[in-house]
């Protein structure tokens, strides 16, 4: 699928953001807001029906095609937050002559969208939520520490490399700031390992999601992951917010086997949001299933024109 359109665009802070437009040029405007943080999805192009909508994909601060690349530690990560990200999707919706658009995000970036529709939920239509994380203390603590109770060998091995601090996701965040390459490398595999670690007990998709090798682009991921979660996520109590999203229309899918981001944070959204509809997938975890895809399909049909 060849994009419509595309480019950088420059939101400050030295700053060039990676952006471009898929689908139907007269389609429903909607946004793609990848997971992570730090991680574009290749998928970005399945995500909507490209006959119906007109998709727009970007790459948050510091990862994809955006500069500068966060595996260079000249980046300054004082200048990536989501307020930062924020502030972007409103620059890019802009200059793309956007007045509303639905949002569609994928785990990190379920906190994201919601972040930005309560900041800005005059510019948004609908919403379809994937693996909905608020990134709130309880759930980073969560996937850094309490599903250790699953693995504790793993854990300890991930602990010990960041010299068993109390607060390890700060620690990760304080190694991929060092200035020796080979601390920044050993610290994102290390990270990486964990994370596999996590979503080694689910049935579907690949047994390595991260950590392959430690790239140029897995070493971005790792330090910008590390930055928001050591901040849990910049945000503030999200889903204490949640009035402020009443009138739009939302649509979340989650994996109730999924341990990264447990379910409960995906009822306890919908339960205090009138307008969103949760579908819980008995057979999928945080990286889907066939059931799981058939859900989201269903969810984008709902928004359809």
Known sequence: MEPLEHGMLDVGDGNQVYWEVVGNPEGKPAVFLHGGPGSPSKGARKSLDAERFRIVIFHQRGCGLSTPHASDPAADMSVNTTEHLIADMEKLREHLGVEKWLLYGGSWGTTLAVAYAQRHPERVSEMILIAVTLSSPREVDWLYRGVSRFFPEAWARFSAHAGDA?????????????????????????????????LSLENFGGTAVFSDRA?????????????????HGFVDDLLGGVGKLAGIPAALVHGRRDLSCPADTAYALARDWPDAELTL?????HKGSPAFTEAIRTAVRRFSP
């Open 215 to 231: 790239s140029a682009d897995v070493i971005a991921l790792v330090r910008i992951i590390a930055h928001y979660y050591a901040n």
């Open 166 to 198: 109390p607060d390890v996701v700060r620690a990760y965040a304080e190694l991929m700031e060092s200035p020796d390459p080979a601390v920044r490398e050993q610290a994102a595999l290390e990270w990486c390992r964990w994370e596999d670690t996590v």
């Open 281 to 285: 997938v008995d057979d999928s975890g």
